[in-house]
């Protein structure tokens, strides 16, 4: 969840640590603090707050040519400045920055309390620097105290570590993403791409158990033995502009607004003759498959209802289970069972534990994910890119459509492959209208009345979203993506589910959002009149000519496509809605409360 950057090389490191920390945002915002050396002792400055607060209270930059930042998302402890990493031993001589959850922390803090070691913070990450001088006290080996050091932690990590006196960065990983980048004159590390992608875009991805060691002409990665290993260097296909905000007041707004170019990259050399390619799935690729589960978390998991509705459709049993819940809710699994991860980051925690447990089951694996080299494109028995670009607003938009576009085009060569299955009856309809889709959310972006519907309905007690079908995922992502910028209550329900309960608190205060996809909408429409009947305002998301739209006391309109694709439409259009909602009620919109965007703790 938190972020982490370190660098070394030529030249000053704080002005890159501080822009990195602030590249990382998107992964906590509680508290912020850097570590710099340069040669006459370790200058730690940190504060509870945004990055913003931190370069607020520096007097002047300090100046090293290597250092260690950190923006955190609170585990243990609050947001204090206590609590705040960078975090020493008692002499203040080794500081380390960390994202993670150390298990074994207490009965650690326990024993290294007893040799006389005294902790300042409430937090989990303390108890490393103190593991770092015990073990260098006891070898005179900083590298060798390092490996010691890792080898004692239970849980996970990403840590990177300097040393008073030392032109050196240690750094460690296990179950935490971790990336090295590589320049001509420096090196960095850190827990996203986005930290250094202005300055490389070469980079090595590191894995469990990796132990690396930075200087200012030289790296190495051994394992925790000290042997020697030999990772690939992958080049990032992202340009430094994709990560910013260019003209844009907020990343949400621009990551909506990019989304035409998103889904035509996800789209491009995937339909060819008329049929479903993937460059590594070629026809056959699933033959044998029997079962499709679907695991996923947040928006990853309503991208990975939309498709499981297609294959569940096409005549294949399917689960979509919520990765945390995994282990208590998944059917039998078996060589015959095909596991498809969702997940943008490729390091949510609770979907990789989830893959790892139905391939100890016998199932075989595939990631849908953003990021190349991500710990579940290497896990994963195959992997497919959604190719979206980075997203760094904390609340999922582009992603989700990119995701939805690549699970429905998986569901069609699937259901290909699989002799029991049946693609859609209007196969070759359905993707020529997926090439127009980029150019149809353009036509939503340019011609949405979601501002002034916001406005009219901003003061509202509660926000109800409904649907049916494909619909029903889309639903429940407009719920969350309501939630979780604007902090009202909004809640996502199947349609025919209204009445079973969530009906006693509709009131004329709580207006009713319909997804109309052209599918099959008659409870959606026959639920939207008995919420009216109840005094609700009712706003009908799709298509002109939908019937729906002739109940609606208002509509946001989407051009006419495909079934399968309408309701992706209508999403962008609930984007829109609950942009304005939250810029209207003046919300963090990139950073909302409590949130991270990468969930690698569980």
């Known amino acids: 969840m938190c972020g982490i950057i370190a660098r070394i090389g030529h030249g000053n490191a704080t002005e890159t640590l501080l822009s990195g920390l602030e590249n990382l945002e998107y992964r906590g915002y509680d508290s912020a603090g850097i570590a710099v050396q340069n040669g006459s002792g370790v200058k730690v400055h940190k504060c509870s707050g945004e990055v913003s607060s931190l370069k607020s209270t520096l007097d002047g930059r300090p100046s090293g040519n290597m250092g260690i930042g950190h923006t955190r998302w609170s585990t243990h402890g609050p947001p204090t400045d206590e609590n705040a990493h960078p975090h020493t031993d008692t002499a203040g001589d080794v500081a380390v920055v960390h994202n993670g959850v150390i298990d074994n922390y207490t009965e650690l803090k326990a024993d290294l309390r007893e040799k006389g070691h005294e902790f300042e913070s409430d937090t989990d990450t303390e108890v490393i620097p103190h593991l770092i001088d015990e073990f260098r006290s006891e070898t005179g080996d900083t590298e060798l105290a390092v490996r010691r050091a890792v080898d004692t932690l239970e849980g996970s990590y990403a840590i990177a570590a300097i040393v008073d006196g030392e032109e050196a960065v240690y750094a460690a990983r296990k179950g935490s993403p971790l990336v090295l980048g590589l320049d001509e004159e420096e090196w960095f590390l850190a827990s996203d791409v986005p930290a250094f992608l202005d300055h490389t875009d070469d980079v090595i ?36 502009e994709d990560a910013g905000k260019g003209e844009y007041d907020h990343y949400m707004r621009k990551e909506i607004n990019t989304q035409p170019t998103a889904l035509a990259n996800t789209i491009e050399g995937r339909i060819e003759n008329g049929d479903v390619a993937f460059e590594r799935l070629p026809p056959g690729s699933f033959e044998g498959i029997d079962t499709v589960q679907f695991v996923a978390c947040g928006t990853s998991y309503h991208a990975a209802m939309y498709g499981g509705q297609l294959v569940r459709e096409a005549g294949l049993p399917t689960e979509v289970l919520r990765a945390s819940e995994y282990e208590s ?7 015959n069972t095909l596991v498809v991860a969702v997940t943008q980051s490729g390091e949510t925690a609770d979907t990789l534990d989830a893959v790892r447990k139905a391939t100890d089951r016998g199932a075989r694996s595939l990631a849908v ?90 003061d509202s007690e509660s926000f109800f979203f ?44 709580t207006p009713v959002f319909a997804v109309a996809t052209g599918g099959v909408d008659d409870k959606t429409k026959t639920n939207a009149i008995e919420a009216q009947a109840r005094g609700a305002p009712i706003v009908a ?35 829109l809605l609950s942009y304005h909602a939250a810029d209207q009620l003046d919300r963090p919109i990139d950073k909302p409360r409590n949130l991270a965007k990468s969930v690698t703790v569980e």
């Not at 060691?213 to 990772?231: C, F, K, M, Q």
């Not at 809710?329 to 060589?335: C, H, K, L, Q």
């Not at 492959?417 to 049946?422: K, R, S």
């Not at 298509?543 to 209508?570: I, K």
Request: zero cysteines; glycine letters at 8%; a negative charge.
């Open 205 to 240: 991805y590191l894995e469990d158990g990796d132990i690396v060691v930075l200087e200012p002409d030289s790296y190495r990665i051994t394992d925790l033995a000290g042997e020697p290993i030999e990772r690939p260097v992958d080049t990032v296909d992202w340009d430094p």
């Open 369 to 458: 994910t953003n990021v190349v080299g991500s710990t579940a494109a290497r896990e994963a028995d195959d992997a497919v890119y959604i190719r979206a670009g980075p997203e760094v607003g904390v609340a999922a938009t582009k992603t989700y459509s990119s995701q939805a576009v690549t699970l429905a085009l998986l569901s069609q060569r699937i259901a290909g492959d699989v002799p029991e299955a049946t693609p859609v009856e209007d196969r070759a309809a359905m993707l020529e209208a997926l090439e127009d889709l980029p150019r149809h959310v353009e036509t939503v972006l340019e011609a949405s009345e979601a501002d002034a519907l916001a406005r009219d309905t901003v």
């Open 466 to 509: 409904i649907g049916n079908g494909l619909g029903r995922s889309v639903a429940l992502e407009g719920a969350l993506k309501f939630k979780e910028i604007t902090y009202e209550h909004a809640e996502g329900f199947a349609a025919g589910e209204l009445k079973h309960g969530p009906l006693a608190l509709v009131t004329e205060e």
């Open 541 to 575: 998301v799709g298509p002109e000519d939908h019937p729906l739209v002739d109940v609606a006391d208002e509509h946001l309109s989407v051009p006419e496509t495909h079934p399968v694709w309408t309701g992706l439409l209508a999403n962008v259009q609930l984007q």
């Open 329 to 335: 809710t998944s059917g039998p699994v078996d060589e």
